[in-house]
């Protein structure tokens, strides 16, 4: 019953058209929109497994088949490694500071992309979290200036349905908050992830590259 009461106080808010409650509603669904567009990208378009990926680019470079590895980078055109050792792969030839600024430029061009819109369900939890507190402080002057001109038998009714009321309002920002700040915590955990990823394997690219062009020389 308990339970009962509390959801059907957040509905009574939302639909009662209080303005606290209905903006961290678009908050709410602002979050979900950017938090389920991140999921898809980090989670499908740019994540890859590294290990085993960076495996098969090493069999191609030290059998010193550069076009099969590029092939294989081909393989995962979004994801963001493939994207970053194709660029390096592609200046194969060249000496090892070109190829370390093709890589550079590649990464610069590709880490941003995977902290998009991050930053705003950040944001998202701070604003939710202090309109949450605005609805509280806006909706408890709004119950005792009922108070001053209401009946006195009502009194006490309307002060217990004002704070309701403005308690609705935290509870709800306090959520909205929680939620955005977790979904930050897990989608920012990977984003670093994939980019200490490319990170670490642009750089043993250009040792493979370097090991491939001792080799061939020496034959």
């Known amino acids: 019953m308990e339970q009962k009461g509390f959801v059907d106080g957040f509905l009574a808010a939302l639909q009662g058209g209080d303005p ?7 908050n709410l669904l602002l979050a979900m929109a950017f938090v389920f567009e991140r999921i898809v990208r980090l989670y499908f378009t740019y994540s890859i497994d590294g290990v085993s990926f960076m495996f098969e680019v090493q069999r191609y470079v030290l059998a010193n088949d550069i076009e099969g590895a ?11 490694l493939p994207k970053v050792l194709k660029a390096g792969l592609q200046r194969a030839s060249r000496t090892e500071e070109q190829v370390q600024n093709a890589i550079d430029a590649a990464s610069l061009d590709v880490i941003p992309k995977l902290e998009r819109r991050l930053p705003y369900i950040a944001l998202i ?3 939710a979290t202090l309109f949450g507190l605005l ?10 200036a009922a108070i001053a001109v209401a009946d006195p038998a009502q009194r006490q009714a ?3 349905r004002g704070i309701s009321e403005a308690m609705n309002a935290t509870a709800f920002g306090l959520i909205t908050a929680i939620f955005s700040m977790i979904a930050h915590a897990i989608l920012s955990s990977k984003a670093s992830s994939i980019t200490e990823q490319v990170d670490e394997f642009g750089v043993k690219l250009i040792d493979l590259l370097s090991a491939r062009k001792i080799k061939h020389s020496n034959e």
């Open 20 to 26: 606290a409650m209905l903006i961290i509603g678009f």
């Open 70 to 80: 590029l092939r294989l980078c081909n393989g995962a055109p979004n994801a963001a």
């Open 125 to 127: 939890a701070n604003v």
């Open 135 to 144: 609805g509280t402080i806006t909706g408890l002057i709004r119950a005792f």
């Open 158 to 160: 309307i002060l217990g």
